[in-house]
């Protein structure tokens, strides 16, 4: 998630960027293991089930006892890809033709059977192997690194859900409307309830333009890939601004979620409840393939002159 806002006179702004749902994890030991030592044919397939064998039964994790959970399904498609230090975990997963709602990847280095990666991937992330959020798995070795990947499906796309994105926008509107309603803590700053926004069509048409360009460009910032801020973009679909703001999100897969985790963030909740905003438009985007399942939240608040 990532939060943006704009005034008309001159000032600063200030840009809040949050950890996504996706993570990529390592740890290192054995530095002297070669790296292009071989690995048993099935040393990944090992490894996935010493995972399930430990989450089935765990005894302990970071010292304290830990309930069993149940087993991950094994899945092809996790064990084919590669996680690199700055991929995406979901967008490698999309490549390989998965589609995850979620997903964790963590790493060894060093060991060379998948009884030591997994010794050390149980005292590294063992509340992660444990989290009971996915469903399937799969493992892979590159050279002296071991890779487990941790995912949970992608549920079916707002596209199915709502019939346009119109009614995904005034969705979240009203969900802002219901935060604003209320004096809220964002964070240290403290809100009085503030006036509810109404729906502005060009702000909705900015925040569509953006979403779709971030899904079908699949990237994820403010700064769109011509180079536009959302007060070009406000500007551009016709809206005389004084002051503009900004929240995007990916990952939620309704209008609810997307609310709920930008009111979970600081900045973005300032901007929800911020009383300088009087109007509000949103929208979703989601890849042209509509293989992958991850959406691409865009709401853009303004005070027009």
């Known amino acids: 998630m990532s939060t943006l806002s704009f005034e008309a006179r001159p000032c600063?702004?200030?840009?809040?960027?949050?950890?996504?749902?996706?993570?990529?994890?390592?740890?290192?030991?054995?530095?002297?293991?070669?790296?292009?030592?071989p690995a048993p044919a099935d040393g990944a397939e090992q490894l996935t089930a010493l995972v399930n064998a430990y989450?089935?039964?765990?005894?302990?994790?970071?010292?304290?006892?830990?309930?069993?959970?149940?087993?991950?399904?094994?899945?092809?498609?996790?064990?084919?890809?590669?996680?690199?230090p700055a991929t995406f975990t979901e967008l490698a997963l999309e490549a390989a033709g998965y589609a995850a709602e979620?997903?964790?990847?963590?790493?060894?280095?060093?060991?060379q059977t998948p009884a030591e990666a997994m010794t050390v991937l149980q005292q590294k992330y063992c509340s992660t192997l444990l989290d009971t959020h996915f469903s399937v798995i799969g493992s892979y070795r590159a050279g002296k690194e071991w890779t487990v990947i941790l995912a949970r499906p992608a549920p079916p796309l707002p596209s199915e859900t709502f019939p346009d994105w119109h009614a995904a926008g005034k969705a979240v509107l009203a969900?802002?409307?219901?935060?604003?309603?209320?004096a809220r803590n964002c964070g240290s700053q403290q809100?009085?309830?503030?006036?509810?926004?109404?729906?502005?069509?060009?702000?909705?048409?900015?925040?569509?333009?953006?979403?779709?360009?971030?899904?079908?460009?699949?990237?994820?910032?403010h700064r769109a890939r011509d180079g536009s801020q959302p007060a070009d973009r406000a500007t551009r679909a016709g809206y005389a601004w004084q002051r503009v703001?900004?929240?995007?999100?990916?990952?939620?897969?309704?209008?609810?979620?997307?609310?709920?985790?930008?009111?979970?963030?600081?900045?973005?909740?300032?901007?929800?409840?911020?009383?300088?905003?009087?109007?509000?438009?949103?929208?979703?985007?989601?890849?042209?393939?509509?293989?992958?399942?991850?959406?691409?939240?865009?709401?853009?608040f303004g005070r027009p002159r």
Not at 193 to 210: D, M, Y
């Open 12 to 37: 600063c702004h200030a840009a809040l960027r949050h950890a996504l749902p996706f993570l990529f994890l390592l740890a290192a030991v054995r530095p002297g293991v070669a790296a292009g030592a």
């Open 55 to 84: 989450r089935m039964a765990p005894g302990d994790c970071m010292g304290r006892a830990a309930a069993p959970v149940a087993a991950l399904t094994p899945h092809p498609a996790l064990a084919r890809v590669r996680i690199g």
């Open 102 to 111: 979620r997903a964790v990847s963590v790493s060894v280095n060093g060991p």
């Open 175 to 182: 969900g802002v409307n219901a935060a604003r309603a209320s």
């Open 191 to 221: 809100f009085a309830a503030a006036p509810p926004l109404s729906w502005n069509p060009q702000l909705g048409e900015a925040a569509l333009a953006h979403s779709r360009d971030m899904a079908a460009r699949r990237y994820f910032s």
């Open 245 to 300: 703001g900004e929240n995007i999100a990916f990952g939620q897969s309704t209008p609810d979620e997307a609310v709920a985790g930008w009111l979970d963030s600081p900045g973005h909740c300032a901007n929800i409840m911020h009383p300088g905003f009087t109007e509000m438009g949103a929208a979703y985007g989601v890849a042209a393939e509509k293989r992958s399942g991850i959406v691409y939240w865009t709401q853009v």
